[in-house]
């Protein structure tokens, strides 16, 4: 039987799964419950998907991180993660917030996104560890939020970062949403990577006639201020393929453009030299 909770707002799969089975006593979460899996070469999407709990296109589209990846021109890679496993986090005013709105603290599905450390719309880092109980979120229930949340610390400092690096992660996280929130449009991979490398060209990236990878790394990576080594651009990167990470090519992407309007223009301008675009969500 498939009794899952209502979905809620940007709500992570694995977050609904974890709340059934808090409220059914039904133990602790697995992760083939909620690991959703693409084949190669697949089309038709919801047909090809394989998940114990039989996600329904609903909420492969609203409770994944499969709109992103659709957005960038990964939804056939089957190296491409939409379902983490890792790097479960919270934002504590979010919880606070729906604690009190709702009832319910939950996860946000673009909070797992590796390379995102703020809110994107409280500015808030990321905890990754309750800072209540030092219990990792991705152990921990969803029902203890609410005596943990209690004790949660809006430190002042966090709050009132105005930096350039701080900034740049809170738009980059706003870039990841829009994206994440774009179900419209499914570009060819071939098309996003043409029109990401046009734009790096652009920008000056171009050596002996190829992209200058080192520096676009450096540069990224001071941007977002990515010091710690998981959240870095790998700088053995030479080209953008399929199997480049969803957080890497994200980055990449943001850096490139930085608001989701350009990416789509200039992606609808590369398609053009193809076949026609005429669904791609740019404004009239």
Same mark, same amino acid.
């Not at 799969?13 to 979460?29: A, D, P, T």
């Not at 229930?141 to 930096?163: I, P, T, Y």
């Not at 609808?268 to 740019?282: F, V």
């Given at each position: 039987?498939?009794?899952? $909770?209502?979905?809620?707002?940007?709500?992570?799969?694995?977050?609904?799964?974890?709340?059934?089975?808090?409220?059914?006593?039904?133990?602790? /979460?697995?992760?083939?419950?909620?690991?959703?899996? #693409?084949?190669?070469?697949?089309?038709?999407? /919801?047909?090809?998907?394989?998940?114990?709990?039989?996600?329904?296109?609903?909420?492969?589209?609203?409770?994944?991180?499969? $709109?992103?990846?659709?957005? /960038?021109?990964?939804?056939?890679?089957?190296?491409?993660?939409?379902?983490?496993?890792?790097?479960?986090?919270?934002?504590?005013?979010?919880?606070?917030?729906?604690?009190?709105?709702?009832?319910?603290?939950?996860?946000?599905?673009?909070?797992?996104?590796?390379?995102?450390?703020?809110?994107? +719309?409280?500015?808030?880092?990321?905890?990754?560890?309750? $800072?209540?109980?030092?219990?990792?979120?991705?152990?921990? +229930?969803?029902?203890?939020?609410?005596?943990?949340?209690?004790?949660?610390?809006?430190?002042?400092? &966090?709050?009132?970062?105005?930096?350039?690096?701080?900034?740049?992660?809170?738009?980059?996280?706003?870039?990841?949403?829009?994206? +994440?929130?774009?179900?419209?449009?499914?570009?060819?991979?071939?098309?996003?990577?043409?029109?990401?490398?046009?734009?790096?060209?652009?920008?000056?990236?171009?050596?002996?006639?190829?992209?200058?990878?080192?520096?676009?790394?450096?540069?990224?990576?001071?941007? %977002?201020?990515?010091?710690?080594?998981?959240?870095?651009?790998?700088?053995?990167?030479?080209?953008?393929? #399929?199997?480049?990470? %969803?957080?890497?090519?994200?980055?990449?992407?943001?850096?490139?453009?930085?608001?989701?309007?350009?990416?789509?223009?200039?992606?609808?301008?590369?398609?053009?030299?193809?076949?026609? +675009?005429? &669904?791609?969500?740019? $404004?009239?």
């Amino acid at each position: 039987m498939n009794l899952l $909770p209502t979905t809620l707002p940007d709500e992570y799969i694995g977050s609904v799964i974890r709340r059934k089975n808090e409220l059914f006593n039904l133990g602790k /979460l697995s992760r083939k419950e909620y690991k959703i899996t #693409p084949p190669f070469n697949y089309r038709e999407t /919801l047909t090809y998907f394989t998940c114990e709990s039989n996600p329904t296109l609903e909420t492969l589209m609203e409770a994944t991180l499969f $709109p992103l990846a659709k957005s /960038l021109g990964l939804s056939t890679s089957p190296l491409t993660v939409i379902t983490p496993r890792d790097s479960w986090r919270i934002c504590r005013q979010c919880i606070t917030t729906d604690l009190k709105n709702i009832g319910v603290g939950y996860i946000r599905r673009h909070h797992l996104l590796a390379s995102i450390k703020v809110c994107d +719309l409280h500015g808030l880092s990321l905890d990754e560890i309750c $800072p209540t109980c030092n219990t990792s979120i991705k152990m921990h +229930l969803n029902s203890s939020f609410h005596e943990c949340a209690k004790s949660f610390n809006f430190n002042k400092n &966090d709050q009132g970062k105005e930096n350039k690096i701080h900034t740049a992660n809170i738009k980059y996280a706003k870039f990841v949403l829009e994206l +994440l929130h774009c179900n419209t449009h499914n570009p060819d991979f071939s098309n996003v990577r043409t029109a990401i490398y046009n734009q790096l060209r652009k920008l000056g990236y171009e050596l002996n006639g190829s992209i200058h990878w080192k520096h676009i790394c450096v540069d990224v990576n001071s941007l %977002l201020g990515e010091f710690i080594h998981k959240n870095k651009i790998d700088f053995s990167i030479g080209q953008l393929n #399929p199997i480049t990470s %969803l957080g890497s090519i994200t980055k990449i992407a943001f850096f490139a453009f930085r608001t989701t309007d350009a990416y789509w223009r200039s992606v609808r301008e590369t398609s053009y030299m193809g076949k026609a +675009l005429n &669904d791609c969500p740019l $404004p009239a």
